[in-house]
């Protein structure tokens, strides 16, 4: 595939890349991360805030805007970008895994999954060549392939027949595709955690060309360890000339790990779903605002990080409004997450650029490992934290 956008890697550290991708719609500095507005949305934030933070590229997603308010109404309206007020460049999933994990009573054949709506029962039926044409309808920026992403965990038959058979989707999904200057469609390696499956999905997709790999399948239960040895099986069978996407990821340290492995892109719901939970990502690990040790407390979130939410308020102020259930509180907390994510990255692509990678990362882990981690307040009630797809 003729590339409908030009990647360019500025700077190496190891496999670590530092890139530039130039869209339609604007740059993408990579390592990038996308907050992720599956409805239209990025949930709690205002768009200007998103910007102001140093995103220059969200995701939204396929499965929720064809139910809500459906591809046809927001084509009439501009295009989701438009439909939104995002002038930046978008990404939209295909909707492959939200068919699986959200949707009722599905049926999946060759052709494509029959299901029904979470929202209203209502029955739908998505194709690969139906994907592709509400993602051109949504107007994405970058386009993503149809595909299952297997379950974990799964007998290693099951996850080579399903793996199959979205490379044979990807086939249709690319043949649907209406190239246009400056777009892209990103073809999605499946395989589990097997480094053979791994390894054919990811030749399959370079024979037939894509202008960016995204890497799914992970961050679905197997835990840390293993999602990094299975991406480093995975990125080696990768061009080296496309970006190189891991879907649904994640942690901060999940992240780090990830760029040291040469990925390029990243999206996650935490930083955001995590704000509307209480907790917050600071230098010195997660903090849940919920926590009655916080009813005193004068200090800011997190002063290293260049964002009103982080410095301005007092974890006694947070601790007030989650305690109170002000919509302020889950605002100001998703605000400073995506900041710091935002924050993060731009030290990643710093670290790359001037080849001091491994020191960033040692001193980072060294202050995520001081601080730990809070994810269960004071009530027991354990906080909504995922590393899931949107």
């Known amino acids: ?213 995204a890497v799914g399948g992970l961050a679905v239960g197997e835990g840390q360890a293993l999602m990094l040895a299975t991406l480093d099986q995975t990125i080696a069978h990768l061009p080296v000339e496309a970006p190189r996407y891991l879907m649904g990821v994640g942690k901060p340290l999940d992240i780090v790990g990830a760029v040291e492995r040469g990925c390029d892109m990243f999206d996650c719901v935490l930083p955001t779903r995590s704000g509307r939970t209480a907790q917050a990502f600071t230098r010195f690990g997660t903090l849940n605002l919920r926590n009655a040790r916080f009813a005193d407390d004068p200090e800011p979130l997190d002063e290293s990080v260049a964002c009103p939410a982080s410095r301005n308020y007092s974890r006694a102020y947070y601790h007030h409004l989650i305690r109170s259930d002000e919509i302020l509180g889950m605002m100001l907390l998703s605000w400073h997450n995506v900041a710091f994510y935002q924050q993060l990255m731009k030290q990643l692509r710093d670290a790359v650029s001037t080849g001091t990678l491994g020191g960033f990362v040692a001193g980072f882990a060294a202050d995520q490992a001081r601080g730990g981690a809070e994810e269960v307040g004071d009530d027991g009630v354990p906080d909504e934290v995922s590393t899931s797809r949107a």
């Not at 740059?27 to 768009?47: H, N, Q, R, S, Y």
């Not at 590229?57 to 139910?67: P, R």
């Not at 007020?85 to 029959?114: A, C, F, I």
């Open 1 to 213: 595939m003729s590339s409908g956008f030009t990647f360019q890697v500025l700077a190496t550290d190891g496999v670590a890349r530092r890139g530039r991708l130039v869209t339609a719609h604007g740059v993408i500095d990579t390592p990038a991360f996308m907050p992720v507005g599956t409805a239209a949305t990025v949930k709690a934030m205002f768009l200007d805030t998103v910007a102001a933070t140093g995103a220059q590229i969200i995701l939204a997603n396929t499965y929720h805007l064809m139910l809500r308010p459906g591809a046809e109404r927001i084509a009439k309206l501009g295009g989701v970008r438009k439909f939104m007020n995002w002038p930046g460049p978008l990404l939209t999933d295909s909707g492959g895994y939200q068919v699986m994990s959200l949707s009722k009573l599905r049926k999946l054949t060759e052709d494509g999954v029959t299901f029904q709506s979470h929202i209203d029962g209502s029955k739908h039926h998505l194709t690969p060549e139906r994907s592709i044409q509400i993602q051109h309808q949504l107007d994405a920026t970058i386009t993503m392939a149809f595909d299952e992403c297997t379950p974990y965990p799964a007998k290693k038959d099951a996850v080579a027949d399903s793996m199959r058979m979205s490379m044979r989707w990807a086939a249709r999904s690319k043949q649907a595709y209406i190239s246009r200057l400056g777009y892209g469609l990103f073809g999605i390696v499946q395989g589990g955690v097997h480094a053979d499956l791994r390894e054919e999905s990811a030749a399959a997709l370079r024979a037939l060309g894509f202008d960016g790999y």
